[in-house]
């Protein structure tokens, strides 16, 4: 079968390399905290932004073109499968995510697109076999046809509705058939811009229908992997209803969902959320919730979703330290939900993205082990709530002490000053010398 793209296998080279087309510090095999890289990374390649995105912004056409030579929409459909497991052939991506419109053309009605869809699967069956490639997860895309214009699953209009359910139905088949352990739900259109034209009860509660059914199909099915819902505060609507961690954890468990629902935690997306991408990772792991990561990056001057592959590793680092406290992914991964700028339109771009982004979380992986080998962190946290280890501390803990204990407690001691520092800028300076201590 001829190339698609003009470069090679992407192999490790080690830091010293000066080879663009090279990784300088993602060495698959390499054992960190007791696994190799690629079982504690789990890159995956998200088929939207690599196959699909052309370019396009809100003042311009594509300056890519994805259609890798294909002049039909099956035949570029088709081509656009070649291209993918070629790439995650040459950079040693095991993963890859999709939406059902990423890999087949629509069409004119939902049973073309259906046929279309069961015309691409088992050429992306036998790619995976071929090159030994697996799917993290799959979703539907509910928010780009002007149908979801007032949501999906929270719109208006029931026949819309059903639309959308026969679309998750048809997105939890072919994750099954793949052997997917993930399905995603992003919320693109559920949300929304004024209350005087929504009834945000109803909406909630079918929404929550909607996933309860997903939940029971696929569970009769014998599907045993995971759901996530992918939170996002903002764009494309003014309310997103799944705004953030906290606000999913709630939503999920008024309607009784949550032991079916992890997070797929996306950083951009904490970024507009005025989070961190560590607070949203640590919420979904304090709660049992953490399952898998959209890893990208955006940009605090701009207020919107640039999708940026990720490079920034203080960013990288600390995600990866919450995934080591999560003990590692179990169904999840990082799937890199980025793209490359709109003026990097080469294919060699395409690639020097994932490179830069592997290399970023395979350093931020590295650091974040060292973190936990230094133990400094860890033993400035251990100390500073050593008052919770004995005595009143102990107490309040186990739940012994009551309101009533803690008053006489507080009036024996009469005088209580806090006088203990919070040493920020002191872990700041760890931070740094546990990454450049001794390289410069
Ligand atoms: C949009 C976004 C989506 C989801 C999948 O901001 O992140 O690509 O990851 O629908
Ligand atoms: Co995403």
Redesign the pocket.
């Known amino acids: 079968m001829s190339e698609i793209f003009k470069i090679g296998k992407i192999a490790y080279e080690g830091p010293a390399s000066k080879n663009p087309f090279a990784f300088r510090h993602y060495n698959p095999d390499e054992i960190v905290g007791g696994k190799t890289m690629r079982e504690q990374l789990k890159f995956a390649m998200s088929y ?1 932004h690599t196959l699909c995105g052309e370019g396009v912004d809100m003042f311009g056409v594509g300056t890519a073109d994805k259609s890798f030579g294909g002049k039909t929409p099956m035949e570029v459909a088709k081509k656009k499968v070649e291209a993918a497991f070629e790439l995650m052939d040459k950079l040693g991506i095991d993963y890859f995510c999709f ?1 059902d419109k990423d890999i087949a053309p629509e069409g004119e009605s939902l049973k073309e697109f259906q046929a279309n869809l069961d015309e691409i699967v088992p050429l992306i069956k036998e790619n995976m076999k071929k090159y030994n490639k697996k799917l993290l997860w799959g ?1 539907a ?1 509910l928010f780009n046809n002007p149908r979801f214009v007032h949501g999906a699953g929270t719109g208006c209009n029931a026949d819309v509705y059903a639309y959308a359910a026969a679309q998750v139905k048809k997105a939890l088949d072919i994750t099954m058939e793949l052997g997917g352990m993930g399905y ?1 739900f ?1 919320g ?1 259109r559920e949300g929304y811009e004024t209350l005087l034209n929504t009834d945000m009860g109803l909406e909630l509660d079918n929404l929550a229908r909607l996933l309860r059914m997903a939940v029971d199909y696929a569970r009769g099915k014998g599907y045993t992997g995971d759901f996530y819902i ?1 939170p ?1 505060p903002k764009e494309p609507t003014k309310h997103q209803y799944d705004f953030d961690t906290a606000t999913v954890l709630a939503f999920l468990r008024k309607y009784g969902l949550e032991k079916d629902f992890k997070m797929n935690i ?1 950083a951009n ?1 904490a970024t507009l959320a005025q989070h961190t991408f560590q607070h949203e990772l640590c919420t979904a792991r304090i709660n049992g919730a953490f399952g898998s990561i ?1 890893a990208n990056q955006g940009d605090t001057l701009l207020g919107w ?1 640039t999708d940026q592959f990720p490079t920034d590793v203080y960013n990288t680092t600390f995600c990866m330290l919450e995934v080591l406290r999560a003990g590692g992914f179990v169904n999840g991964g990082l799937n890199f ?1 980025a793209k490359a700028r709109r003026a990097s339109m080469t294919d060699e771009d395409i690639f020097l993205s994932y490179i830069a982004g592997m290399d970023s979380f395979a350093l931020g992986l590295k650091i974040a082990q060292k973190i936990v080998d230094d133990g400094r962190i860890d033993a400035f946290i251990e100390k500073r709530y050593a008052s919770f280890k004995t005595g009143i501390g102990a107490d309040i803990v186990s739940g012994k002490a009551t309101l009533e204990s803690l008053s006489d407690y507080a009036l024996s001691l009469n005088v209580v000053e806090e006088k203990t520092s919070g040493g920020q800028e002191y872990l700041e300076s760890v931070i740094n010398d546990i990454m450049f201590g001794g390289a410069l």
């Open positions: 939207w939406h979703t895309n995603v992003w693109g992918e996002k996306e997306h959209d979703d939900d």
